[in-house]
């Protein structure tokens, strides 16, 4: 069984459009995060969700917006898409942090 | 605050030579510290990690890490590499933010 789930796995859009991205956890834990992977391949933190409740929030454009439905799921929504969107997108989980996360298989977006 | 330094894009060795990918780390607390092994096109496994006690401490696949606070490093070494080692490692450390602070990896090469 897949711990860390994502889809889709590919997404190619055009510039403007809005698209989701979701993230689904079968382990059992309290906390889940977002993560963009640039194409230098570095990882920067995006958002963090403890049991369906915001905690980090970085320096992300308001266009991304996370929700979290219960404390298995939590769904990444883009609006008006851009080029300089174009990344792999990781979702994690974990138990209370700083405990080790374990990560989904990406999502690459690409926006054109 | 917190970051991560690896020395090294790019690591080269042959087969069956010792690995060394070295990582030092800024907190302002102390570290939970982590390395992750990436392959193409995957998502990231967890390898080992430190968290507090034995400052040597083993992991998946043969590879080992030693956490020297005197230093702020956080080496991964392993005796004998292994074409499937081949792939992007990266450093994390999980200070007082309760996400992971990722270093921008290092890409292991091993040569027949």
């Known amino acids: 069984d897949t711990a860390v789930s994502q889809t889709p796995k590919y997404l190619v859009t055009q510039m403007g459009n809005d698209k989701s991205i979701k993230c689904e956890q079968n382990?059992?834990?309290?906390?889940m995060y977002w993560y963009k992977q640039d194409s230098k391949k570095f990882l920067k933190i995006m958002f963090s969700y403890n049991n369906k409740e915001l905690i980090i929030n970085e320096t992300v454009p308001n266009r991304f917006s996370p929700k979290s439905p219960d404390k298995a799921h939590l769904n990444l929504h883009i609006n008006s898409l851009e080029l300089g969107d174009s990344a792999v997108y990781f979702c994690a989980s974990s138990q209370v942090p700083p405990a080790e996360q374990y990560f989904g298989p990406g999502t690459r977006l690409t926006v054109t | 605050a917190q970051s991560v330094t690896q020395l090294g894009s790019h690591v080269s060795v042959s087969e069956g030579a010792l690995v060394l990918l070295r990582c030092n780390y800024s907190s302002s607390v102390p570290p939970y510290l982590f390395w992750y092994v990436q392959y193409p096109n995957q998502g990231l496994q967890l390898l080992l990690k430190?968290?507090?006690?034995?400052?040597l401490v083993k992991g998946i696949n043969g590879f080992e890490a030693e956490f020297k606070k005197s230093e702020t490093s956080f080496h991964l070494t392993k005796p004998s590499a292994h074409m499937s080692d081949a792939a992007e490692y990266f450093c994390?450390?999980?200070?007082?933010?309760?996400?992971?602070?990722f270093g921008s990896g290092t890409r292991l090469q091993v040569q027949p």
């Open positions: 994390a450390v999980s200070g007082a933010r309760r996400a992971l602070t």
């Open positions: 430190y968290t507090t006690g034995a400052t």
């Open positions: 382990l059992g834990h309290d906390t």
